[in-house]
């Protein structure tokens, strides 16, 4: 069951530093048989990813890339009111993220130099969408829908093929819904190398993103440089600040919805009541015996949980702050009162009527947040993570003449005579 730290100082940070040791480095082997797939697929293309799909999913598919009919077919049996669901949340990541999109600028100056920034969609971007039991839908909309609306040219999807060897239809739907261009059935650390290099069927993209298991995020670990990718993502965290006010039942629901994810997950409650605490203890024992996923919950909150009990409130906002979590809660009187205070976090939920999977599926923002501290300096995904920016001068004769002499000063100064001729060949 979780554990009850008090604050002293100490007890807390050794506390900590197990939640981050958790994430430690890739498995050696996991990375030895992800660099021999990654190399195949770059030899053998279209070849290793049929044999790797025989392989680890029982079956090749009928076709890799999902022809048109096909996606019609998965969508029109899909449950009309799930549909509708996909459609409501798509509106609502489309709004928060229309917000982001950033315009090219130039500015002019009295000497007639011209300076500025051009702005534009990635070209070509790989979708990874896991499948069978982790099939998500919410993560193809989080992902779709920003880089669409960033100006990306073409969005390509691979998707693991069901067992049947067709493809999921709830993916289908929101790939439909989210404007993704084309659809692939491969999946695993294959995949990742054919959007990487191309292959016979597969184009080569600029950039990947999307959620998967350990291979994959190796995968993508191994072939950044080649494309950038989105993160290397750890497993899956919340961290709730609550003070007396707060309602232990909503608690215990919050902490759960986090540690069912993955057996590493962490769910941890930072409080300044004893007795929440206790009574947290007593809703997480009494609502666990109803989930599905019980067993992964019970282990993640047993080895990765905790709560922590702080003498105030400014004592939880600095642990918060050093955990710097994916998700972060405020379940307080008054939870606008820590908006500016709460620096290190992927996404921060509000009150206690905002809880995480209202942002999961729902509300606009994106899901798609960095964990294992990285919170710290990273951002979560969004339209600036599918442009890319190009600045431009122009400079008369007359405003280059007037700083040449600055120009040619910096250039020797660093040893780069070459660079200090440019200028001076221009005025001789």
Not at 41 to 56: L, P, Q, S
Request: aromatic fraction near 8%; charged fraction near 25%; hydrophobic fraction near 40%.
């Amino acid at each position: 069951m979780i554990k009850i730290v008090k604050a002293d100082g100490k007890a807390e940070y050794e506390f900590l530093k197990a939640v981050r040791d958790r994430s430690s480095d890739t498995d050696r082997d996991v990375t030895a048989i992800v660099s021999d797939i990654i190399n195949n697929v770059r030899k053998n293309g279209d070849k290793a990813v049929e044999e790797y799909t025989i392989k680890f999913d029982g079956k090749a598919p009928e076709f890799f890339e999902v022809p048109a009919e096909e996606i019609d077919k998965a969508v029109a049996s899909v449950d009309p009111e799930f549909l509708s669901t996909l459609e409501k949340a798509a509106v609502n990541i489309s709004d928060f993220h229309k917000r982001q999109l950033q315009q090219s600028w130039l500015t002019t100056k009295e000497n007639g130099v011209i300076l500025g920034q051009r702005i534009r969609g990635l070209e070509r971007v790989g979708l990874y969408v896991p499948g069978g039991t982790a099939a998500y839908p919410s993560s193809v909309l989080m992902n779709a829908i920003p880089a669409k609306i960033a100006g990306v040219k073409e969005l390509i999807m691979v998707t693991p093929p069901l067992k049947n060897g067709k493809p999921n239809p709830d993916i289908m739907a929101a790939a439909r819904i989210a404007g993704v261009d084309r659809v692939f059935l491969m999946g695993g650390a294959q995949a990742v190398a054919a959007l990487a290099y191309g292959t016979e069927s597969v184009p080569r993209v600029d950039k990947i993103v999307g959620p998967g298991n350990i291979f994959v995020a190796t995968a993508k670990k191994l072939v950044y440089g080649v494309v950038d990718i989105d993160m290397i993502a750890g497993p899956s965290e919340i961290l709730v600040l609550a003070d007396e006010t707060a309602n232990a039942k909503y608690l215990a629901a919050d902490l759960m919805s986090q540690a069912e994810h993955d057996r590493m997950a962490s769910a941890i409650l930072v409080t300044t009541s004893q007795k929440l605490a206790d009574e947290t203890v007593a809703e997480l024992d009494r609502q666990m015996q109803q989930l599905s996923r019980k067993e992964i919950i019970e282990e993640s909150i047993t080895k990765y949980g905790a709560i922590v009990v702080c003498d105030d409130m400014e004592k939880a906002v600095e642990m918060a702050n050093e955990l710097a979590p994916e998700h972060l809660e405020v379940c307080c009187s008054d939870p606008m009162e820590y908006v500016g205070k709460l620096d290190n976090a992927g996404s921060v939920f509000l009150g206690n009527y905002s809880p995480e999977p209202l942002g999961d599926y729902f509300a606009g923002p994106n899901h798609v947040l960095p964990t294992s501290g990285t919170a710290r300096f990273f951002s979560p995904l969004s339209v600036d993570s599918f442009v890319k920016k190009s600045s431009f001068i122009y400079y008369t004769e007359s405003a280059l003449r007037a700083d040449k002499d600055d120009i040619v000063r910096f250039a020797n100064t660093e040893g780069l005579t070459a660079h200090a001729n440019s200028i001076i060949v221009r005025f001789e």
